[in-house]
């Protein structure tokens, strides 16, 4: 019988098997951020074992609040520079070089196939898309982690999302994701691995598979992933040219994280996506998706542009294209926040920025911020959200607001309307 | 090892998520007391008043993907400091079942008929769960009734439970 890519990467790692299907495996990557970080740094002190496994390997960024709004906030960040500063974190992103964790640290090339990453983060599952193990854990996972480079999870059973057909005008990966967690429901992946296949992935940008990968969380996935193949030596190139003479080189290592084509999954389900049309979610869980046509009118009061789910420069693009010579309804407000500067800086080159100014856009630094509702951009009691987010619990984004998740195309043509509604007209007339 | 007897509350309702167990507001605490006024404050469920069902609870017994959303330990740990260190449900999200495990605590896992029984024989009176942790059986015990109910937890999670949780664990073993 053949090993899916879980399957390998865990043999490739185990260090114990404690018990029954628990493997005990080492990490290659722990990274860390500033809401989860400080309680661990706090505990790890109070023990008297304030060290790290491996001042490399450990990545940490302060994303989530920044710059600190309030004096918690401050502490919290404070706590995690003196920390990296102590101990001497090499790759650390404060104030001038931050953004959001899950599109920072791909950006900057710390992620390979074959890893095995942990953060204290849901959406850690986002570094899958380029082949690796990634698990969103709690903060005594992390600080284990953070302590002895190692971390527990059970023998990794995998569902298969074989994606076939072509995606029609104005539908994106978001719109793959949101069709994919209803179909798999909130629960749907608990404890699994969801490998996306098929000729779709194949097709798809590194920036696009982030977006599906960030998403298996919301069907309770351990870790989204996807097999590596030359678009995600191409991504790495600019990294990893000092390892391998060449591409193919690079290529023939990675492609080991590849599943056996008699690998067994504890479920495959098929997904032909060329009927698929634009969606968006209504109520408070992420599995409740509907086609934006039967969402149509619904009043928004704001939208959000960013997170580690589409605040990638893809997105920026995609959204602009709809905004272009366009102004927001006055009775919406429009946020954008650019996940990294790096996308900023791109942005601006590319005179996105401008586009979504002229379009009555406040632009935001890069930070998760409204996305859990902490800062920039939180709701009042009623509001309504057309957002690129991930997450649509019940007070999210403000208590008593209600948020509504698409793809950046979408919102931004709603936030054009006024209400919900189809990108397509936009997308149509907009760009030859 | 934590105490795992005492009053129980029943939470009828299934998707119960880490921000409803504790919003993400308070997750610039940088203490777990400081969660302790918190718990379940967003919960969303007819005729639930924290301040008022929350007292002297010790055990949650809840429906299905209890648990799920945000990673925030916050939520096992806002449970803790309430002196709750117990959830019995028909299943958990992955990141919070461990999380409990980490922290020397529970997240026991029934089958639906169990969870069921639980509900139509003790949800809304006055209930309390014994937990024999040697022979894996809860026993609930109200309104003149009583009911035992064997459980399952792995040789792993039983480890954390008795090492006080994975930090220890780990250092004692990695
Ligand atoms: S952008 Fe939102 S979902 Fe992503 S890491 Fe930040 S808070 Fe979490």
């Known amino acids: 019988m053949g090993k899916t890519i879980a399957q390998k990467i865990f043999d490739a790692h185990r260090v114990d098997k404690p018990s029954g299907d628990i493997n005990v495996i080492k990490l290659d990557a722990v990274f860390c951020h500033e809401i989860t970080t400080p309680i661990a740094i706090n505990d790890l002190k109070a023990r008297g074992k304030n060290r790290v496994f491996d001042k490399v390997k450990i990545k940490a960024v302060i994303d989530h609040v920044t710059p600190s709004k309030d004096s918690k906030t401050a502490e919290q960040a404070r706590i995690m520079r003196e920390w990296a500063r102590e101990l001497d974190i090499k790759d650390f992103f404060d104030i001038g070089e931050n953004g959001v964790c899950h599109a920072l640290f791909p950006e900057k090339g710390y992620v390979r196939p074959g890893y095995t990453i942990i953060m204290g983060d849901s959406h850690t599952c986002t570094h899958g898309a380029f082949g690796a193990f990634a698990a969103g854990v709690g903060t005594t996972d992390l600080e284990v982690g953070i302590l002895k480079g190692v971390c527990a999870f059970k023998s990794p059973e995998t569902i298969k999302i074989e994606l076939t057909g072509k995606p029609a005008r104005g539908v994106f990966a978001k719109d793959i994701i949101l069709h994919v967690v209803s179909i798999l429901g909130v629960n749907g992946a608990t404890d699994h691995v969801i490998e996306f296949t098929g000729p779709v992935i194949s097709s798809l940008s590194m920036e696009e598979r982030m977006t599906l990968c960030n998403m298996a969380i919301e069907a309770g996935g351990t870790s989204g992933i996807c097999p590596p193949d030359s678009t995600t030596v191409d991504y790495l190139w600019p990294f990893i040219s000092g390892e391998f003479p060449d591409k193919e080189a690079a290529l023939a290592e990675y492609v080991k994280w590849t599943s056996d084509s008699d690998a067994a999954y504890s479920k495959v389900i098929k997904v032909d996506i060329s009927d698929l049309e634009p969606v968006s979610t209504y109520g408070y869980k992420p599995d409740l998706v509907k086609k934006v046509s039967e969402l149509e009118k619904t009043p928004l009061d704001q939208i959000y542009i960013g997170s580690c789910t589409n605040g990638r420069i893809e997105d920026l693009r995609a959204a602009a294209q709809v905004l272009k010579g366009r102004k927001l309804s006055p009775t919406v407000r429009g946020i954008l926040a650019p996940a990294t500067p790096g996308v900023y800086k791109a942005a601006l080159n590319e005179g996105l920025i401008e586009i979504f100014m002229e379009a009555g856009f406040c632009v935001t630094n890069p930070t998760c911020g409204a996305c859990l509702g902490m800062s920039n951009g939180v709701l009042a009691e009623g509001e309504v959200c057309a957002s690129t987010t991930n997450r649509n619990f019940n007070g999210r984004m403000g208590k008593g607001g209600m948020v509504h998740l698409m793809s950046p195309a979408t919102a931004a043509a709603s936030g054009i309307a006024g209400f919900i509604t189809d990108p397509r007209p936009y997308l149509a007339e907009g760009e030859a | ?174």
């Not at chain 2, 609870?57 to 429906?63: E, K, P, W």
């Not at chain 2, 003790?122 to 009734?145: H, I, L, M, P």
């Open chain 2, 1 to 174: 090892m934590k105490n795992f007897n005492g009053k129980v509350l029943f939470l009828d309702r299934s998707d119960i998520n880490t921000d409803e167990i504790i919003p993400a507001k308070y997750l610039t605490e940088i203490t777990k007391e400081a969660l302790k006024p918190y718990l379940l404050e967003d919960l969303k469920m007819e005729g639930f008043a924290p301040d008022r069902d929350l007292k002297g609870v010790s055990v949650i017994v809840s429906r299905e993907n209890f648990g799920c959303g945000s990673s925030r330990e916050h939520a096992p740990w806002a449970l803790e400091v309430n002196e709750i260190n117990l959830v019995i449900a028909e299943n958990f999200a992955r990141i919070f079942r461990q999380n409990m495990f980490n922290c020397g605590m529970m997240a026991v896992p029934l089958s639906k008929e169990r969870i069921d029984e639980a509900f139509s024989l003790f949800a809304g009176k006055e209930t309390t769960v014994t937990t024999d942790f040697a022979n894996s059986v809860f026993k609930f015990e109200g309104d003149g009734k009583s009911l035992e109910i064997p459980f399952e937890i792995s040789d792993f999670d039983r480890s954390l439970v008795e090492a006080g949780g994975w930090v220890d664990y780990a250092d004692r073993n990695y």
